[in-house]
């Protein structure tokens, strides 16, 4: 093993080339270029291959992965992607888009000194390699069962969990309110994260699988929750987090204002060729525009991104704490910057300025306090710190919570947490509601996709388990 692998001490640290900023700034193409076979299996080649694993501890889905660089080291590059999908349902999407800075590849043993293994570029690699070469084949079950399972979501929890269930055989029809599946993926990021020709690949292996899709379809509108357990033996509900945090204050009602996903949204349709006539319109089109987007997570990242891609005259950030405390990843602050993206930091809106249409954020001054009862330092405005910045167009980006499920299902006995997401047994995934399980964002809360990928897998076993145990009992009832 030593030959080929333990690399780290002569071999350096080296991504995929980064595409320079000036070119990317003016189109939504993924930022990385490919690794070339050598570069990939010479990138593998540094993993110590260490006795307890941090990278794969530290993964959502313990994922094999010295196991997988190894074979990628070798240039065994079928049997690594076999190895990398037994765990992922979508190892394609979490080598561009997995925070690897806090998960893998941040607890990589080689970190301290020699920096760590590029895990996700591997990754990409090995998946990209394995869709090029026809290595990923459609679904084909041992044995077909006739019990049937309704998803509620065609986002990464609800796709993982009908990958896990067609798998064993299972009926599967996943139902999603958009015109095209993959949630997040395909209607969230962006192009220049992920591109959709990706996530629309890995579709066309699931429709030949099987796995049925009814679009445009919102359960609790066009059919529901009530029909839809009728229908089938188990229904998974993960329908993800949608309802945007707001701000108030003096003008926050002006026209120019816009939730960041409705904003990104435009444009992912619009990059995939849809008509979009509020992005015709302008209205959720930066182009020309001064733009100011408040928040500091991954959506307030892709938002400046866009905006930058979309030709807006300047794009700013405001964040009301600092740096070292925001919760998108380092990795894309640093992007933004390079992009153009000017931060300011320790800032918050007190009001927005115009008449009908906004044409400044007058913000204020923050400074980080004592930590609160989270552990977090709280922020306090500095009186007298006001300044302007103009804007005509303004984007939230301030995070999002659940739809009210109940409601929307018109099911009161579903229940929730006091966050509004839905309560599961920590075991079997099952809601309030029997035979009626969630997975994902719906869950958890916002998250991660890696970890929807893992929720989405867990209960696909769950929902296995508890329909082979009915039917042994209907069987012994006989
Ligand atoms: C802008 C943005 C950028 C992000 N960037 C990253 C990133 O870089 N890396 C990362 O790991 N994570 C990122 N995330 C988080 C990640 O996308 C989510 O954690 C993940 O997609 C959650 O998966 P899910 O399947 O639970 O929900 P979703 O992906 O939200 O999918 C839910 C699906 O359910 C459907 N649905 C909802 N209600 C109904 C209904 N009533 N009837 C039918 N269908 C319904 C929706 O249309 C949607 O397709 C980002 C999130 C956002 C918003």
Redesign the pocket.
Known sequence: MAERMLKFVTVPQAMPEKRAAEARRHDFGEIYRDFAQAQAASQASRCSQCGVPFCSVHCPLSNHIPDWLKLTAEGRLEEAYELSSATNTFPEV?GR???QDRLCEGNCVIEKGFESVTIGAVERYITDTAFEKGWVKPIRPRRERDASVGI????????AAAEQLRRRGYQVTV????DR??????????NF??EKSVVLRRAAQFAESGIKLELN?????DITLQALRQRHDAVLI?????KARDIGGPGSGLGGIVP??DY?IASNRENLGDDVPDFRSGLLNAAGKDVVVIGGG??AM??VRTAVRQGAKSVKCLYRRDRANMPG?MR?VKNAEEEGVEFVWLAAPEAFLGETDVSGVRAVRMHLGLPDSSGRQAVEPIEGSSFTLKADLVIKALG?DP?DLPA??EEPALTVSRWGTLRVDHRSFETSLPGVFA????V?G???????IR??RDAAAQIDRTLQEKQALAAAAD
Do not use: N, Q
């Open positions: 979490c888009i997995c925070p509620i979501g065609a986002g990464p929890a609800g796709l139902y999603d309110r958009h599946m993959g949630g997040l993926l395909i209607y969230g990021i962006p994260k992920l379809c919102a359960i609790g509108t993960a329908t993800g987090v949608y960041a996903l990104l991954d959506t892709d938002c990843s894309e999002f739809e929307m299902f997975a994902g964002d719906i958890r916002a998250s991660l996709v890696v970890w929807a929720d989405g």
